[in-house]
């Protein structure tokens, strides 16, 4: 899962709103995760949320598989700030390349060569940087009252 977040994430981070579709195998359903860049915060949107009175965030399924996706997205936010921090090898420059993550191991990412950033990644980057994203710490937050929870939905 963490590639096929973090790779896309390069060229739409940036946005004002990122909408994330999270499958849930076990119970055939999408939730949403929503970036949204502009109050610092991840959203959580389910349509099977369960009543209030039962709800528990530690205890539902669907945040739990979207806390893990933000998980991802914090190791994708922190590897953009460790660029500035650690240099690339072979003597690449920060402005024009990135790292490529094509495999993932037990410890986590691993970088498998470098890319030329395209346009779009380096305003992400920058934009990222300049905002200071990394220090921002993003919370998620489950959506208790969206109007897809409702009965007749």
Same mark, same amino acid.
């Given at each position: 899962?963490? /590639?096929? %977040?973090?790779?896309?994430?390069? !060229?739409? #981070? !940036? $946005? +004002?709103?990122? #909408?994330?579709?999270?499958?849930?195998? &076990?119970?055939?359903?999408?939730? /949403? =995760?929503?970036?949204?860049?502009?109050?610092?915060? #991840?959203?959580? /949107?389910?349509?099977?949320?369960?009543?209030? $009175?039962?709800?528990?965030?530690?205890?539902?399924?669907?945040?739990?598989?979207?806390?893990?996706? =933000?998980?991802?997205?914090?190791? #994708?936010?922190?590897? &953009?700030?460790?660029?500035? $921090?650690?240099?690339?090898?072979?003597?690449? +420059?920060?402005?024009?390349?990135?790292?490529?993550?094509?495999?993932?191991?037990?410890?986590?990412?691993?970088? +498998?060569?470098?890319?030329?950033? !395209?346009?779009?990644?380096?305003?992400? *980057?920058?934009?990222?940087?300049?905002?200071?994203?990394?220090?921002?710490?993003? *919370?998620? *937050?489950? %959506?208790?009252?969206?109007?897809?929870?409702? $009965?007749? !939905?």
């Amino acid at each position: 899962m963490e /590639l096929s %977040i973090i790779n896309p994430l390069w !060229s739409i #981070f !940036s $946005k +004002d709103l990122v #909408f994330i579709p999270v499958h849930h195998e &076990v119970s055939h359903h999408y939730t /949403l =995760v929503l970036i949204d860049n502009e109050a610092r915060c #991840f959203y959580h /949107l389910n349509s099977m949320l369960p009543p209030r $009175k039962d709800y528990s965030a530690d205890t539902n399924n669907h945040f739990q598989n979207a806390m893990a996706v =933000v998980k991802h997205i914090m190791v #994708f936010i922190k590897r &953009v700030y460790d660029s500035i $921090k650690y240099p690339l090898s072979q003597g690449l +420059d920060l402005e024009e390349w990135r790292e490529n993550y094509d495999k993932q191991n037990i410890q986590g990412i691993v970088v +498998d060569g470098y890319s030329m950033m !395209s346009a779009e990644e380096k305003r992400t *980057k920058r934009w990222m940087l300049d905002q200071n994203v990394y220090q921002a710490r993003y *919370k998620l *937050k489950d %959506i208790l009252s969206c109007p897809q929870q409702k $009965k007749t !939905s």
